[in-house]
């Protein structure tokens, strides 16, 4: 039986679609060919992402322009997917593919990036369209990739807190005020998804990726290095 990426890769082997940006950036022949239909290319050459009709991620040979809107860009099966991969940007999503192509079956999986500023409103769009399926965050290995694990985590049970920092303290409080009121604190060298859950009493409900060495913040700087 010929899986989705297994046709998608013969599809683009037939055209020998390699993308010399791509390939500068030492994304591997796998991860190019099934991505190979998700963007188009401007006048100067560049990879362009689109999320709507007024918003899209440019990507260049030296620049990266992230997207800010209240869309998304998807890839991969937006049919029946088993798992949804969420991230800041469409270039995160290939990066990260181009490491764990052997650790999942993407034929079964959606990757979406929610562009730099994600909001609730495109996760309850999301979790409207895509039901029992199991939620990843890729997000960056920071302060902001580790509160918006979080933020994801409340928006999919439709919930929501105010996150602020002082004095390399996270202060974390729920955005009501009826009874089920809460504030917790956290000092900035500990805070994590799991140490929120584990403070603020929250059951997990999705995966975290990051990657290993704290050096590289994200996959596409991994990728580079």
């Not at 993308?19 to 099934?34: E, H, I, T, W």
């Not at 999301?126 to 920071?142: C, Q």
């Not at 920092?165 to 409080?173: M, Q, T, V």
């Not at 929250?202 to 990051?210: D, E």
Request: include cysteine; hydrophobic fraction near 40%; aromatic fraction near 14%.
């Amino acid at each position: 039986m010929i899986t989705k990426m297994t046709k998608k890769i013969h599809e683009a082997e037939d055209v020998n679609v390699l993308v010399p940006l791509l390939s500068k950036l030492n994304v591997g022949q796998n991860a190019q060919r099934f991505f190979y239909k998700s963007f188009s290319t401007d006048l100067a050459g560049r990879l362009v992402f689109d999320y709507d009709l007024f918003g899209s991620e440019i990507v260049g040979f030296n620049t990266h322009k992230l997207c800010i809107s209240t869309d998304f860009w998807s890839w991969g099966n937006d049919s029946f997917p088993t798992d949804i991969f969420l991230f800041f940007s469409a270039m995160e999503a290939i990066a990260f593919t181009n490491y764990f192509e052997l650790n999942y079956d993407f034929d079964r999986c959606l990757f979406i990036s929610l562009g730099a500023k994600p909001v609730k409103s495109q996760i309850l769009k999301i979790k409207g369209l895509f039901h029992s399926t199991n939620y990843h965050t890729v997000f960056g290995n920071d302060l902001l990739g580790h509160i918006y694990d979080c933020k994801i985590s409340l928006w999919l049970n439709n919930k929501d807190c105010h996150f602020s920092l002082k004095n390399d303290i996270i202060h974390i409080a729920s955005s009501n005020l009826n009874s089920s009121y809460k504030t917790v604190e956290i000092h900035r060298k500990r805070f994590s998804f799991s140490s929120f859950c584990r403070l603020f009493g929250k059951r997990v409900n999705l995966k975290i990726h990051k990657p290993k060495n704290c050096q590289n913040i994200c996959f596409l700087n991994l990728l580079k290095s």
